[in-house]
T-cell receptor, first 109, second 113 residues
Framework: DAKTTQPNSMESNEEEPVHLPCNHS???????IHWYRQLPSQGPEYVIHGLTSNVNNRMASLAIAEDRKSSTLILHRATLRDAAVYYC??????????FGTGTRLTIIP | ETGVTQTPRHLVMGMTNKKSLKCEQH?????MYWYKQSAKKPLELMFVYNFKEQTENNSVPSRFSPECPNSSHLFLHLHTLQPEDSALYLCASSQDQGTRGYTFGSGTRLTVV
């Protein structure tokens, strides 16, 4: 399985943008980049996914490097409710979702 | 509410007990999953069901027995568990096993005493 590397933890101020990095230097051409987050006492929640082009949705934006060896999840304006563990996951078609340890994001009021 | 409902939310059981965890989804999804999340460890995939058929068992001990009577319901039957089985058990579903996202329930917090 292709691996991802994320910082263990990050802090950000409330109402400021947050850039969560993910390195995946061994990504294959058919791997999609998925992001999930897990709020305290809840199951993981799908955030966004992409293959090559940058993606935007109501929750976040995903910026994918041209060589696809890294990506960044962007929360445009962090709120206290965005405090969670964020997981960057590579997943090929019809492959199972395999979680790593993620990045614990703390939002400072 | 995510559309995937797990009951009970909390469960305490003795090592000689038999209990069952229930998962229900009305999202029209065809694939369902059991994950285990132990303290300070990544989520571990336990079982995968696709159209009610088990397609994956990740070397899970036989004291965990899954059941999928239809595409909307998934059970995890527990018997003679060990204290190290204490964890958060999460159910998820997806439209299929392709690239679409998974929808997770809130989990059952299991404590084995």
């Amino acid at each position: 399985d292709a691996k991802t590397t994320q910082p263990n933890s990050m802090e950000s101020n409330e109402e400021e943008p947050v850039h969560l990095p993910c390195n995946h230097s061994t990504i294959s051409g058919t791997d999609y980049i998925h992001w999930y987050r897990q709020l305290p006492s809840q199951g993981p929640e799908y955030v966004i996914h992409g293959l090559t082009s940058n993606v935007n949705n109501r929750m976040a934006s995903l910026a994918i490097a041209e060589d696809r060896k890294s990506s960044t999840l962007i929360l445009h304006r962090a709120t206290l409710r965005d405090a969670a563990v964020y997981y960057c996951i590579l997943r090929g078609s019809y492959e199972k979702l395999t979680f790593g340890t993620g990045t614990r994001l703390t939002i400072i009021p | 509410e995510t559309g995937v409902t797990q009951t009970p939310r909390h469960l305490v059981m003795g090592m000689t007990n038999k209990k069952s965890l229930k998962c229900e989804q009305h999202l029209g999804h065809n694939a369902m999953y059991w994950y285990k999340q132990s303290a300070k460890k990544p989520l571990e995939l336990m079982f995968v069901y696709n159209f009610k058929e088990q397609t994956e068992n990740n070397s899970v001990p036989s004291r965990f027995s899954p059941e999928c009577p239809n595409s909307s319901h998934l059970f995890l039957h527990l018997h003679t568990l060990q204290p190290e089985d204490s964890a958060l058990y999460l159910c998820a579903s997806s439209q299929d096993q392709g690239t679409r996202g998974y929808t997770f329930g809130s989990g059952t917090r299991l404590t084995v005493v």
